[in-house]
């Protein structure tokens, strides 16, 4: 297994990954073109963050998303887990585990994160105990949320 930064090349990939993730966990149909546009925004932009992706047998079989959040209070940014994706077949390998340890190597290397964060659905309780497991806890605060775009079609 390979874990890396994404590339450019990687932007099918990503963006497939990004759809059937919508899919599977919120029933949402994304906008090809706009996820597309996002995904390109992110790769060209590290600033805003980054993605990692797992090489296995020859193909992309994971990737996540990492963006940043400044801290006024730690002056260090929060690392935002986003996006994260693994393909079926290979599922239940360890395969977000690594991830997260390279998310956490990659800060350690800079002292640039003050913590890591992440959503998670409040039904994903396979999610939830893995993140619980890996030493996440979850948070105090609650997520308000005022949606100003909406393209996505609810199945």
Same mark, same amino acid.
């Given at each position: #297994?390979?874990?890396r930064?994404? @590339?450019q090349?990687?932007? !099918?990939d990503?963006? !497939?990954?990004?759809q059937a #993730? !919508?899919?599977?966990t919120?029933?949402?149909?994304l906008? *090809?073109?706009?996820?597309t546009?996002?995904?390109?925004?992110?790769?060209?932009?590290?600033?805003?963050?980054?993605?990692?992706?797992?090489?296995? !047998?020859?193909?992309?079989a +994971?990737?996540?998303?990492?963006t940043?959040?400044w801290?006024?209070?730690r *002056?260090?940014?929060?690392?935002w887990i986003?996006?994260v994706?693994?393909?079926p077949a290979?599922?239940r390998?360890g395969?977000?585990?690594a991830?997260?340890?390279?998310?956490k190597d990659? +800060? *350690?290397a800079?002292?640039s *994160? +003050?913590?890591?964060?992440?959503?998670?659905?409040?039904?994903?309780?396979?999610a939830q105990? @893995?993140?619980? +497991?890996l030493?996440?806890?979850?948070?105090?605060?609650?997520m308000?949320?005022e949606k100003? #775009?909406?393209e996505?079609?609810?199945?």
């Amino acid at each position: #297994m390979l874990i890396r930064k994404g @590339t450019q090349q990687d932007l !099918a990939d990503i963006v !497939a990954f990004n759809q059937a #993730m !919508a899919f599977e966990t919120e029933g949402l149909e994304l906008n *090809a073109d706009i996820l597309t546009q996002g995904v390109q925004t992110l790769l060209k932009q590290p600033s805003r963050g980054f993605y990692l992706v797992v090489e296995k !047998a020859g193909e992309i079989a +994971a990737s996540l998303m990492v963006t940043f959040e400044w801290s006024d209070w730690r *002056a260090k940014d929060y690392y935002w887990i986003q996006s994260v994706y693994v393909k079926p077949a290979f599922r239940r390998q360890g395969l977000y585990r690594a991830l997260y340890q390279k998310v956490k190597d990659l +800060a *350690a290397a800079d002292n640039s *994160a +003050a913590s890591f964060r992440l959503y998670v659905e409040h039904d994903n309780h396979a999610a939830q105990h @893995t993140y619980k +497991a890996l030493g996440m806890e979850q948070s105090h605060y609650l997520m308000f949320e005022e949606k100003l #775009m909406f393209e996505e079609k609810v199945k």
